[in-house]
């Protein structure tokens, strides 16, 4: 079933797994958990939308930002206790935004605990998530 699930998605809006479009990434994540971490975020992604909008609240300009998935990136690193890897987004009025998900990995499974913008049409918001 979630084959299906993921299936429709990338069907639907277009999904496309790309490569070293990401900033970074660690070639020691692979396998298994590349693989769960990326249907993860596929999941999350899925299940955090609305009338076919992916709904992130953004803190710095304190709006609900409704956004469609434009492309998931290949790239995955370790940052801290998370996993992080971006995907990009193209908002109702036409504005791109790069979201970074954090992933932890406990009991063999993997969660998106939180998104941050991590770049809003190419200018990067830095951020710290590293001890």
Known sequence: MRKLIIFTFMATFGFVLTSPAFA??????????REGIQREM????????LDGH????DPVSGELKKLKLDKLHDGI????NFF??????????GKKYDLDFMVIEKNG????????VHAVEGKKRP?????
């Open 109 to 116: 499974k993997h969660h998106v605990v939180q998104t941050l």
């Open 24 to 33: 970074g990434n660690d070639p020691s994540i692979k396998g298994k958990q």
């Open 77 to 80: 690193v370790k940052k801290g």
């Open 54 to 57: 992916f709904l992130h609240y």
């Open 84 to 93: 992080v890897s971006c995907a990009d987004f193209t908002d109702v009025k």
């Open 42 to 49: 596929t999941n999350f992604i899925v299940k955090s939308q």
């Open 127 to 131: 951020y710290q998530v590293e001890k």
